[in-house]
Each structure stands twice: as structure tokens, then as C-alpha cells.
């Protein structure tokens, strides 16, 4: 920790991820945007970055279950027919060729991909647009559990993952973003996405959080591996 002005600011990476004051925000795992037979799929996306993407935050996932840090499920949501949408908007989602009509409220393509659905105790936030923060609950809901940290996961790396960290560091949180626990369908964009997030999150991987979590444990309980 350090001081700037009249402030102690957390500067490593130990402090940033303590389990007391960080959420994990799971940005659009949902079965349109990640599996086959889902809008992106059916758009012609490649979904191979995405899908390997799975298997390592289930696993994330669960060490932070473990040791109690929250979980926040973003979910994007669409109203059918273009019922929640704005022409400027509609314009946005179909200039790469989907139809906009993705993600319906009740629809299969709406649901969180099975591997790394919500569980009992976790949080669901329904979002509209591609930042978590517009037009929804979240910084209430973050603010009133003493979260001062969220970890950025999920899909897409330059959309809506992107969106949520640059409104989340808007919002007073410091944002960590694990770099193989986000992905997208295009290389290109995913690693330009990185590079930009870079100069305002914390780019780290999921196996260094997971290590500065079991420093915490250890300093916190005699020595005991919590995680």
C-alpha cells in the first residue's frame, strides 16, 4: 500500500485481490455468445478462443467459491423484436453481420453456458447494453457488500468485457483483469483490447490471483492453504 495525497492506494497485487474486498464479475458465459449452435455461432464466429476459455474459469470459479470471494454472473438480456433496443444500438449489434435478435429474455441462447452456471449464493445481474454498469444494479450492489475490487472474466474481450473495466474504474474500483480468462472471437481484437486495457487494469493471470489468494490465507490463519 501507498500513499498518494491523503490517500492509502492499494499498489500490489496481494492487496488489490484480498478475498474481503474483491467480487468476481463473469461477463456474457451465455450460450449465445459461447457454444454451437448460439448467435455468434450461427454468425460464422469462430468459437475455439471462447471455448478453451471454459474449462480454466469453471476451475477459477471454484477456488474462489472456496475461499469465499463473491460471485457475479452479468448476463446480457434482449427484449424480442428490438423491444429493449434503440435504432443506434440496433445499428452497433448488426454491423458484423448478426441479426440483434441474441441473447432473447427465456430463450436456451440466454442461458449461462452449463459448465460455469450460477450456483446457490451467487448474484445474477441482467445488462442491456455492453457495459454491466449501465442501467442496472450493479454498483449498488457491489458498493453495499464492500467490494472495492473486481476481477474481469468472460467474453468478449474488446465488447463487453472492455466496457464493464473501463465503467468499473469510472465507479471507483480497482479492476483486475486475468488475461486467460477472457476471450473473443478474433485474435486481433482480443490482443488490441488487451494492450488498451492494459494502461488502465491490472493484467495478470488467473494462476498469479490464485497465488496472491493462498500469500492472503496463509498470512491470515497461521499458514493454512485456503485455497
Known sequence: MKRIFHHEVLDRL?????PSRTAVLIIDVQNDFCSPGGAFDKAGKNLESIRAMLAPLAEF??????IGVPLVYIQQTT???????SPAWLRLKTRDGKDGQYTILGTWGHDFVDMVKPRS?????????SSAFTRTELDRLLKESGVETVIL???TTQGCVESTGRDA??????AVLPVDLVATTNKELHEA???????????TTSAEIIAAWQ???AGSDGGKDAV
Not at 14 to 18: C, L, P, T, Y
Not at 61 to 66: Q, T, V, Y
Not at 79 to 85: A, N, R
Request: aromatic share 8%; glycine share 6%; hydrophobic share 30%.
Open 14 to 18: 496481494d492487496e488489490i485481490v484480498a
Open 193 to 203: 483490447s488487451l494492450r488498451v486495457q492494459a494502461a488502465r487494469h491490472e493484467l
Open 61 to 66: 470459479l471454484e477456488r474462489a467459491r472456496k
Open 169 to 174: 474504474t469510472f465507479h471507483d474500483y480497482y
Open 121 to 129: 449464493g451467487d448474484t445474477v445481474v441482467r445488462k442491456w447494453r
Open 215 to 217: 500469500r492472503t490465507s
Open 79 to 85: 427484449l424480442p423484436e428490438g423491444k429493449s433496443d
Open 153 to 155: 472474466t468472460g467474453t
